[in-house]
C-alpha cells in the first residue's frame, strides 16, 4: 500500500511507493482531493507489486489502469 503526503509548498498531493525493482519513489498525484490521490496511489503500488511478482502482462497492465 502506498502511503500519501502532502508537501509544503504544493497543494497537490504525493505518493509514495516501491518500484518493481524494489526502489522508493516519490510521485505526484496531481490532485489536491486526498481519496482520488489514495485512490491513484493505490493503484500504481498494485502494478509495481504485480511487475516485481512477474505477472504483470499488457493485458493486465491495461485493466489496473482502466480499473484507476
Known sequence: MACLWLHPNSRNWFARYVT???KQVNRTTATP??????VLADGWAH???????G??????????????
Open 20 to 22: 518493481a525493482e524494489g
Open 47 to 53: 502494478t509495481e507489486k504485480l511487475a516485481r511478482q
Open 33 to 38: 482531493d486526498r481519496n482520488t490521490a489514495q
Open 55 to 68: 505477472v504483470l502482462t499488457a493485458a493486465r497492465a491495461r485493466q489496473v489502469v482502466s480499473e484507476i
